[in-house]
């Protein structure tokens, strides 16, 4: 496994410290401070975190499984995408989302995950007029059992 160093800056010196659990792939996002949302408001909630990743990395940021059932926020950009050009002093992560009922969420609430990948490598896509290769014969329901 390989190991890598993230320059990371908080922007609460109370806030509790990242942890990757050993063997996880995914590091769990706290958000910054107590957050009051009506039913139908939509916030980006501050993840009180800057990160200067790798060179040719980038992260992706989801809901925790439980966030929905516990929180009843759903993330508006189903998928959050942090390059590594977004790591400036102010440039904090946050979690675009919007509830669906009235909540308030405890300061430093485990809200969101994250992991690390490389970015993809240059495609180049070569046109043909036929792909020689069998049909899956669906979108979302292929195979039979």
């Given amino acids: 496994m390989k190991t890598r160093m993230i320059e990371i800056k908080y922007f609460d010196k109370n806030m509790p410290k990242l942890e990757q659990v050993y063997g996880g792939d ?3 996002l706290r958000v910054r401070n107590e957050e009051h949302l009506k039913q139908g408001e939509y916030k980006e909630l501050q993840l009180g975190v800057a990160m200067f ?3 040719k990395c980038e992260a992706l ?3 925790r499984s439980s966030t929905f059932k516990k929180w009843g926020i759903i993330q508006t950009n189903s998928v959050g995408l942090i390059d590594n050009t977004y ?3 102010n440039d904090e992560w946050k979690f675009p989302c919007i509830a669906t009922r009235e909540i308030i969420i405890p300061q430093y ?3 969101a995950q994250f992991r690390i990948l490389e970015n993809q490598p240059f495609i180049f896509f070569n046109r043909v007029e036929s792909l020689d290769y069998p049909d899956r014969n669906g979108f979302g329901s ?3 059992i």
Avoid: K, Y
């Fill in 87 to 89: 790591c400036g002093d």
């Fill in 142 to 144: 292929t195979g039979t």
């Fill in 53 to 55: 990743l790798p060179v």
């Fill in 109 to 111: 609430t485990r809200i």
């Fill in 61 to 63: 940021v989801i809901p």
């Fill in 26 to 28: 995914w590091i769990d």
